[in-house]
């Protein structure tokens, strides 16, 4: 779940692989998914362009406006973050972070990193959230299976508040 600066709500919507955009009155503004549009649809759903996977599980979407406006989603059972542009348009996906190539496992979170263009996911079964910047290099992790201070044992939701430099997960 995810409040914009329009007082837009994104809802991932897991068991039906989208993601739905509500406004404050609860009016279905538009739909974001990758299945193919039928005379039946009412033209308030997006498919993302420049992949042929559809969503699977999403559960995590983050509006962005950074030279545009943007949609970051974690796709937890393709194991990637992909980013689209409001028409629908894949700007990229992340797969795999850092030099090491190690691959996503099931990212379940987006929150809003310091400044423009500055995000963190939880990659729930690597345990470790992900800071990345609005060309999806990885900036910095933090890490490590566990139960004591400092681990994670699959982290799933992450906020920030970014007035005190808090990130919460």
């Known amino acids: 779940l995810y409040i914009d600066e329009e007082e837009n709500i994104w809802v991932a919507d897991r068991n039906n692989d989208r993601i739905m955009v509500i406004n404050i009155e609860g009016e279905l503004i538009s739909e974001i998914d990758c299945r193919e549009t039928t005379e039946e649809d009412t033209g308030a759903s997006k498919s ?101 201070k400092g681990r994670f044992n699959k982290p799933e939701g992450i906020g920030t508040i970014l007035r005190i430099g808090r990130i919460y997960i």
């Open 48 to 148: 993302i362009e420049g992949g042929k996977e559809g969503l699977n599980k999403p559960v995590g979407a983050f509006s962005v406006t950074d030279g545009g406006r943007y949609v970051l989603i974690a796709d937890r059972n393709n194991d990637r973050i992909i980013k689209i542009r409001d028409d629908g348009k894949k700007i990229y996906e992340i797969r795999e972070i850092g030099e090491t190539g190690e691959r996503l496992n099931k990212p379940a979170g987006i929150g809003k990193g310091e400044g423009p263009g500055y995000y963190y996911i939880t990659d729930k079964n690597n345990n470790r959230v992900i800071k990345f910047d609005r060309w999806g290099h990885r900036l910095m992790e933090f890490d490590g299976a566990g139960s004591g």
